[in-house]
């Protein structure tokens, strides 16, 4: 036994019991704020303990998801699983989150653990826990004020991975970024993306973060863009293309907002279907990352399609929830990129029911609300759609749709919550469905409001 | 009446929702039933003198900055250089701003040359100044935006500052000056973006490239009232960041 572990892990739990039963809220990251004071070294002590080791999901978007997706594979394959499941994914927060599922010993109760982590934690992160597999999702433009440059979080990143020689690299290289990133570790590493031309956008939206060629600085030219810079792409300057993919996703089938299913194509592989219960394209790019990480633990297909199969919506991710008769629709939105995907699902799915969009601007939003302007919100004002905004920032949000185009009479500045939350809903009709769009904290003040109107369970107990 | 806004290195600078000073210039245009063309000038690509009305300049990350000082040591530069004294309204924010000053001191490495049309230069400091900011001009009244740059901009004796912050960093940290004016050419590290919430900036630019064009010409108002809304929520929201 090791005491000082063993009274970081018993800090970290005591103050995070006691913090759930104040009502101070989820308790899920100071707790691991005092076991890191406690013992510096608690978060590289406990992962080492884990005896199928650490997977470490990171990414500007599709973490919690994603990590979430891989948990439920996991379990269903009999793992005990430790996970980061609150999305608290800062070094603190991870660290409480596997004291959490530790005896008072300082014993880890499972035997791999599934840790999404924050961009700018990243490096820490995976120094402290070593882990056996890094999944790489996406790296988007998201609250620069926090994390500076794109090239800047690439570099971190980049040296990271580089003193972890014994991980493998599983990699979404239709991201330009993340395949110049990790050419250097091509033999450890597993490449997915998406073989489907139907998916293509017409051109890059505004939002396309790294449309240039890492190695030379040429503007990229792209076979198919999917989903923001990701796609298939190749640089006329110096040759460099996307990479050959292992695992690809292609027949994709986006139902509305319900479901959606696509087939795994990997090599040495018969093809195999998936199908979910989630919908959009980002959500195939979360599911085959999911996939392709399972693929790498040694998992079967059909664990890794049953798990899919299981996994329900993440706290705030198109979760639904019914109030007074009304249904509500909740989708986070925290970047660019983030909000034209939820554009596109609202417009594709003909989606013409009132919205109500949230814009806080606290730390964990991102402080600058500028954001809003890199996002494309021209296909709202062709809806029928009525827009509330609410939050710190709903004046900002309200002036991005009139630039967009929006006509102001369909256009409304709420209050911040909870208010924003009882005058939309006034506005819907009974059994109407309304959709929310927060971003990150204020959903959080969203679940409040909707908890003390005895409508959902708050998010720590998710 | 048309006029064609030309967007300096649209693709490789514009960070921080620069892009929406674009947006506000072409519809401010178009709700006054002015047909407004934005065309986006990349590295490379040349700048036919006479044919633009308005340029845009935005911000970007380091390397695409060194590419478009690059890009502008010759012809191009001088162009631009000639259409700025001869009258034609301009905006540059971050990047774009500093690049229009005389030089760019890097933390190490060469000096990256700038335009010089602003008496100004800008240095590489360690410190990142990020936040609301509200500045008072006496030109254009009270501006809000944000700002997050590490480079220090400092005015020679024949610059004028845009105006002096009340609230936020501005160009150095020390001076209490914010951007920089020059003819009809405006420079600073406004981002937010900075034409939709402060209107007055917008048709500024717009009317003198109407009177440039097509001579003396009244714009006609438009109802800026979520404008001031948004304008007065972000000047509150300063007061209580900073």
């Not at chain 1, 989903?227 to 006329?236: A, I, Q, T, V």
């Not at chain 1, 040759?239 to 907002?257: C, T, W, Y």
């Amino acid at each position: 036994m090791d005491p000082r572990l063993s009274l970081a892990v018993g800090v970290s739990r005591l103050s995070a019991t006691a913090i759930r039963r104040l009502g101070w809220g989820g308790g899920t990251a100071l707790p691991g704020l005092l076991a890191s004071l406690v013992d510096p070294a608690a978060l590289s002590k406990l992962s080492r303990q884990l005896p199928a080791g650490c997977v470490v999901v990171a990414g500007t978007n599709g973490k919690t998801t994603t990590a979430r997706m891989l948990a439920t594979i996991l379990k269903q394959a009999g793992h005990r699983v430790v996970h980061n499941r609150a999305g608290s994914n800062l070094v603190r927060g991870i660290t409480a989150a596997i004291a959490e599922q530790s005896s008072l010993l300082g014993r880890v109760r499972g035997e791999i653990a599934v840790l999404e982590a924050d961009e700018a934690a990243f490096p820490a992160v995976v120094r402290q826990t070593s882990p056996r597999i890094v999944l790489l999702l996406n790296l988007f433009r998201d609250q620069l004020d926090r994390y500076g440059e794109l090239d800047t979080v690439a570099r971190t990143w980049g040296e990271a991975l580089t003193a972890l020689p014994a991980a493998s690299i599983v990699v979404n290289v239709d991201d330009p970024a993340l395949a110049a990133l990790t050419d250097q570790l091509a033999s450890r590493r597993l490449t997915f993306g998406l073989a489907e031309q139907r998916c293509a956008l017409d051109q890059l939206p505004h939002a396309a973060d790294a449309a240039v060629c890492r190695r030379c600085g040429t503007p990229l030219t792209y076979r198919a863009a999917f989903l923001s810079h990701l796609g298939d792409y190749w640089c006329p300057g110096c040759g460099f293309e996307r990479p050959p993919l292992d695992v690809a996703a292609r027949a994709i089938a986006l139902e509305g907002l319900e479901r959606l299913s696509f087939e795994v194509a990997a090599l040495g592989q018969q093809p195999w279907r998936v199908d979910i219960a989630l919908s959009g394209l980002y959500n195939v790019y979360n599911a085959l990352a999911a996939v392709a990480a399972a693929q790498a633990l040694g998992i079967a297909p059909e664990l890794i399609r049953a798990g899919l199969a299981a996994t329900r919506a993440a706290f705030g991710r198109l979760e639904r929830v019914c109030y007074r008769d009304r249904s509500l629709v909740i989708v986070l939105i925290k970047n660019p990129t983030g909000l034209n995907e939820v554009v596109r699902m609202l417009t594709s799915a003909r989606i013409e029911a009132p919205l109500l969009i949230l814009i806080n601007d606290l730390d964990a939003d991102g402080r600058d609300v500028s954001w809003l302007w890199d996002a494309d919100l021209e296909p709202l004002a062709q809806t029928g759609s009525p827009v509330f905004t609410g939050g710190i920032r709903g004046a900002d949000m309200a002036l991005r749709l009139k630039y967009a185009g929006f006509p102001v009479e369909r256009l409304r500045v709420l209050d911040d919550l909870p208010g924003a939350l009882d005058a939309f809903v006034s506005e819907l009709a009974p059994g109407q469905t309304g959709y929310i769009l927060p971003t990150y904290t204020a959903l959080l003040a969203l679940r409040r409001a909707l908890a003390e109107r005895g409508v959902a369970p708050a998010f720590w107990r998710q | 009446m048309e006029l064609t806004i030309c967007w300096l290195y649209a693709r490789t600078m514009n960070i921080y929702g620069d892009r929406g000073n674009v947006l506000a210039l072409a519809q401010r245009c178009r709700w006054r039933g002015i047909e407004a063309r934005v065309i986006e000038l990349g590295v490379g690509e040349p700048l036919e003198p006479g044919r633009y009305d308005i340029f845009f300049w935005g911000g970007g990350q380091d390397r695409e900055q060194v590419a478009a000082a690059h890009d502008l040591q010759g012809p191009k530069g001088e162009t631009l250089r000639c259409e700025i004294e001869e009258g034609a309204p301009l905006l540059a924010i971050c990047g774009g701003y500093q690049l229009l000053g005389r030089f760019y001191r890097p933390q190490r490495g060469e000096l990256l040359p700038g335009l010089g049309i602003f008496d100004a230069w800008t240095e590489a400091g360690s410190r990142r100044m990020i936040g609301n900011v509200v500045v008072e001009s006496e030109e254009f009244g009270e501006l809000v935006g944000f700002e997050n740059h590490s480079g220090r901009t400092f005015l020679g004796p024949r610059a004028r500052p845009l105006g002096r912050v009340r609230i936020g960093w501005g160009n150095n940290g020390e001076d209490k000056t914010e951007g920089c004016r020059y003819r009809n050419a405006i420079g600073c590290y406004l981002h937010g973006p900075v034409l939709p919430k402060n209107p007055q900036l917008a048709d500024f630019l717009i009317e003198a490239a109407l009177r440039r064009r097509y001579g003396e010409i009244a714009l006609l108002p438009l109802d800026d009232t979520l404008e001031r809304v948004a304008q007065s929520s972000a000047v509150r929201r300063a007061q209580a960041t900073r």
